[in-house]
Each structure stands twice: as C-alpha cells, then as structure tokens.
C-alpha cells in the first residue's frame, strides 16, 4: 500500500514570491505521481505527473515539480505565484504495479496568495 | 465534450433518506471512481469500477452502495444516510494505460445530512 503526506496544510504567500508545497511519499514498490490543483467550488484537475525519465517535471501554469527517490519526495514549485493560484493542491501516488487501480492522496495544501 | 458530470450539484438529506448521485463521463473510459473530500483529509475512495458491469470496494465503502449499468454511467446510492456522510463527493474517470493515465474529475456534489 502507499501513502502520502503533505507536510503543509496551509501555506500563505504574497503575490509574485515563490512557493514550494511539500510531498512525501510511502511505498513498497515503484510508483506514479501527481500533483492535482482544486480551485474554489471546483473538481480537481492535473497540474503535472511523474511516470519515469527526467526526475524535474514541468506542468502547466508555471509549475514544476521535482522527483528525488531516495528522500521518496515530490516537491511542487512555483517561482513567482499569481492571485489566481489561490487553490488546495493534492499530491496523489499510484504504485505501477498493473493490477493496482487506485490512487492515493495526500490530506491536501492550501495555498493563499495575496496582494 | 462534457467530460465528467455530477448530478445533484447540492443535496440536503434527513438521516435515514436514501438517495443516488449520477456520475456520466463522456469520454469512453473504462474505469471509474467515487471519492468523497472532508476538510484535512483528502480524497479518499469508496468504490470504483474497472468496466461496465464490475465495481470493488475502495477504502471507506460502508453504507454505500454502487452500480455501472452502462459504461457512461457510475451511481452511487446512500440508503440510509447518516451525518457522518455528510461530504463533497467526487466521481472520477480514466484510461488505463499502465496506470499512468490521468484521472479526471467532476465538479462535485455537496451533500449535508441533517
């Protein structure tokens, strides 16, 4: 089984600093990774996924995110945040292994920007 | 393309009133998924299904119930609905491709059990 933890609950910037989301991860076997973004009184939708390759993952709106397997983590950042990245973000994990159909999130980080 | 779609948006419920949450995905995906999201925890599963006519129980699947009559479709039914399910839900669809496909989600519906 896997299991993830956010380590962030809520996390405050100010419009156009940096930010970075914090994401462990727990697992007996290779996984998959995502990172998930859910505006106000919306569903979720993927920001960026890890499957294999290159451990820095670029997804969109301006987000990267970088795999590194021995410290099982996968950090979400952003350089310079908008108002409109006022949001709770999900680190989610999925094993590879072919017959596991589930994925797994983390409690979820909100994140305020302000002016 | 509507993608994903959920109905009712918003339900209130006494306790012990059942009632079915519609999820319909327009983009032929075999497998589908019913979460529900309570504040600092999450998504967490209740049931998903694989194809039409299969369903499995996820991590908090007491007191629902699921059906996939047809590929497009995914209920979930609540036949005695207790506060303790009172939550956003969720449904999701997917590919499957190795497991690496995205999942995409509906819009949600609010439920409150009095």
């Known amino acids: 089984a896997q299991s993830v933890t956010q380590l962030d609950s809520q996390v405050p910037v100010f419009e156009e600093a940096p930010v970075e989301l914090r994401c462990n991860y727990s697992?007996?076997?290779?996984?998959?990774l995502f990172w998930y973004v859910q505006y106000p009184n919306q569903g979720l939708q993927l920001l960026l996924k890890?499957?294999?390759?290159?451990?820095l993952v670029k997804g969109i709106n301006g987000f990267e995110a970088e795999f590194n397997k021995s410290q099982t983590s996968f950090h979400l950042r952003k350089p310079s945040v908008h108002i409109s990245d006022t949001a709770e973000y999900f680190c989610a994990v999925r094993s590879i292994i072919s017959n596991d159909y589930k994925l797994s999130f983390g409690a979820g980080t909100t994140v305020t920007v302000r002016a | 393309n509507a993608g994903v779609t959920q109905t009712p948006k918003f339900r209130v419920l006494k306790t012990g009133q059942s009632m079915t949450l519609l999820c319909a995905q327009d983009?032929?995906?075999?497998?589908m998924y019913w979460y529900r999201q309570d504040p600092g925890m999450g998504l967490r599963l209740i049931h998903y299904s694989v194809g039409e006519g299969t369903t499995a129980k996820g991590e908090v699947p007491d007191g629902y119930n699921v059906s996939r009559l047809k590929k497009q479709n995914f209920l979930l039914g609540l036949e005695s609905a207790a506060p303790s399910q009172t939550s956003v839900y969720f449904c999701?669809?997917?590919?499957?491709?190795?497991?690496?496909?995205?999942?995409?989600f509906g819009p949600g519906t609010r439920l409150t059990v009095l």
């Open positions: 983009m032929n995906h075999e497998y």
């Open positions: 890890y499957l294999s390759g290159s451990t």
């Open positions: 999701a669809s997917t590919h499957w491709r190795g497991g690496s496909d995205t999942q995409y």
């Open positions: 697992s007996s076997v290779s996984v998959y």
